[in-house]
């Protein structure tokens, strides 16, 4: 009996194709199933995340930062108590600000990324914010201490945006200040002295010829790996790692010495040596400064009580900058805080 080949040779060829097929049945199967893990893997995993992932959404927050917000609408209002309270100006002090260089600075320079050099030309108008709303973001993040997320709800912006304009922004400020004769920390001079004064014994008569208050703030800082710098920023009357400054406040409650970033060992005789012979060489006879703990003034009487209750002008000084000071040992924060103080 005579096989005929060909069909024989088409039959093997179409169980090798169901072969095939079945490989590939299997394989996709397998793919399927892996890629469905995979998804629900990452919805799970998300789910866990869930409870600690607080923050807001694009799908939580106006689509327009720059349309109805609550930011816009303080603005809109131009109240001066409104803006006093939630950025610590008036509405003619924030446009002096914008008008002192921050509008420029913020059009004309490159927001920093790392996928990109930073001498292209910008583009404000794709920004987010406009110059206002940056504005109005850094002086909300510096007058108080709300939670970011309240930062996200008042100016309609995820987490990303407002963690970056306020890094980028603050650097802006600060150049802006600095050229600001109004936030530079100077030396009475002259008259100053006198009016300074004038203003201390309309409230304690006896202070005479008293002019500032010092008072000396210490901010807490990391245990450092280095046992030499471990060492100088040990206080050890307050048992922690501090670095310490020491501010000058005028009656009028600005600033007008400053000494910053000193360890946290040192104690306030050194870091006041310059303050100190601004008032040995710079300031005429008979004036002087107040300062001392607490427990050194109260051994006192009169004279003492009303020198005690003058030094509360640098007590709440440095409570209104510490509140705001939340830059650890970033100098330039710490600057930036006292400028605007």
């Known amino acids: 009996m005579e096989v005929d080949v060909s069909i024989i040779s088409q039959q093997l060829e179409e169980i090798e194709e169901d072969e095939v097929d079945d490989e590939l049945y299997v394989a996709g199967t397998a793919m399927s199933i892996m890629l469905l893990g995979a998804i629900e893997a990452h919805r799970l995993r998300t789910e866990r995340r869930k409870p600690s992932r607080l923050y807001l959404c694009h799908a939580q927050l106006s689509r327009n930062p720059r349309g109805c917000t609550v930011w816009q609408i303080l603005h ?4 001066d108590r ?14 002096k600000i914008l008008g002192a260089g921050f509008d420029f600075a913020w059009n004309t320079t490159p927001i ?3 996928d990109a050099l930073g001498t292209g030309k910008t583009r404000p108008g794709a920004r987010s914010f406009d110059t206002l709303g940056a504005l109005g973001l850094l002086l909300h993040y510096l007058n108080s201490t709300m939670r970011e997320i309240s930062l996200q709800q008042v100016f309609a912006s995820i987490p990303s945006t407002i963690s970056q304009y306020i890094t980028f922004g603050l650097k802006l ?34 202070l005479t010829c008293a002019f500032v208050s010092l008072d000396r703030l210490n901010l807490g800082c990391q245990t450092s ?16 790692h501090y670095v310490g400054s020491v501010l000058a406040f005028s009656p009028k ?18 870091i006041t040596q310059d303050i100190y012979e601004k008032l040995r060489t710079r300031t005429p ?3 002087y ?6 427990d050194e003034i109260e051994e006192r009487l009169a004279f003492d009580r009303e020198l005690l209750s003058h030094r509360q002008t640098a007590e709440g000084g440095m409570r209104g900058v510490s509140s705001s000071a939340d830059f650890g040992t970033d100098f330039e924060g710490i600057r930036m805080c006292i400028n605007v103080h």
């Open 76 to 79: 809109r209002s131009h109240n």
């Open 82 to 95: 409104v803006y006093i309270t939630a950025m610590g100006f008036d509405v003619g002090t924030f446009n």
């Open 112 to 114: 920093p990324r790392e």
């Open 173 to 206: 400020l600060l150049q802006t200040l600095h050229q600001m004769p109004e936030c530079s920390i100077r030396w009475p001079k002259n008259e100053e002295f006198s009016e300074y004064n004038q203003l201390i014994i309309a409230c304690h008569p006896l």
């Open 225 to 240: 790996d280095d046992e030499e710098i471990e060492n100088a920023t040990y206080n050890g009357w307050l048992c922690e």
């Open 253 to 270: 409650g600005n600033i007008i010495a400053a000494k910053l970033n000193a360890p946290g060992s040192w104690h306030d005789s050194r």
């Open 285 to 287: 006879d008979g004036f």
């Open 289 to 294: 400064l107040m300062r001392g703990t607490m």
